[in-house]
């Protein structure tokens, strides 16, 4: 973690220079947990669940020949993704919280004065900051686990709204779609699905 915070003030301190817009979201992820069950003996079971989801980023617009709606946004995210699944025979619960930065794509395709129609797609790359897994009441740390620690890429595919309020303020809403693949070690092969709801607010740095 020490070796993390650097690297994150020097990328926010960074962006913040040159961004048009910054923004927050605050929201709920609703994760599925898949993996390989390499043992007979156990059922294989639908783990899901609930958690929270933070955002804070900034946009820039991509001058890019014709295609004045397109944008670039990057940001910093902090994710909870937690599920659990009981059978006759086993029961898993998984909490975990991993700190990314995710940079997307956007395309804005409805524009009126008020009301704002994006479309998104980018990567988050993100690492675990906690993670408890407890089976059958046997509680394991997940922190140092290589099914989980290490580097995650999630490909995020997403739709957003923002409404005007005033000159510079907008409220916003969006829905993100992910799926992570973790690189290095990953002999279970543990993914997490994801789907995204977040609330916000977006803030122009620059008055039109």
């Known amino acids: ?19 048009q817009g910054v923004f927050f ?14 043992s007979a003996y156990t059922n294989q079971l639908t783990i899901n669940g609930v958690g929270d989801a933070y955002e804070l980023g900034y ?4 001058k890019y020949k014709n295609y ?14 937690n599920a659990i699944a009981e059978s006759a025979v086993n029961k898993i619960e998984w909490k975990t919280t991993y700190l990314g930065v995710q940079s997307t794509v956007d395309y804005q395709f ?12 980018g990567l988050n790359l993100s690492t675990i900051l906690r993670g408890k897994q407890e089976v059958d009441n046997s509680a394991y740390n997940l922190a140092h686990n290589t099914e989980f ?15 005007y309020l005033s000159k ?4 916003s809403a ?13 002999s279970d092969n543990v993914s997490i699905n994801n789907c995204q709801i977040l609330f916000g607010g977006y803030f122009d740095l620059i008055k039109r």
């Open 68 to 81: 004045k709606d397109l944008s670039y946004t990057g940001s910093i995210t902090i994710n909870d993704y």
């Open 110 to 121: 409805y524009d009126s004065f008020y009301f704002f129609l994006s479309a998104k797609a």
């Open 149 to 163: 620690s290490g580097l995650i890429v999630q490909p995020v595919v997403g739709v957003y709204a923002k409404y």
């Open 168 to 171: 510079s303020g907008y409220l």
């Open 1 to 19: 973690m020490k070796k993390i915070v650097p690297h994150i003030l020097f990328f926010l301190l960074t962006i913040t220079t040159y961004s």
């Open 174 to 186: 969006g829905l993100n779609l992910s799926k992570s693949v973790k690189l290095g070690n990953n």
């Open 59 to 62: 946009t820039h617009p991509l």
């Open 25 to 38: 979201n605050l929201g709920k992820n609703f994760s599925s947990f898949s993996y390989t069950n390499h």
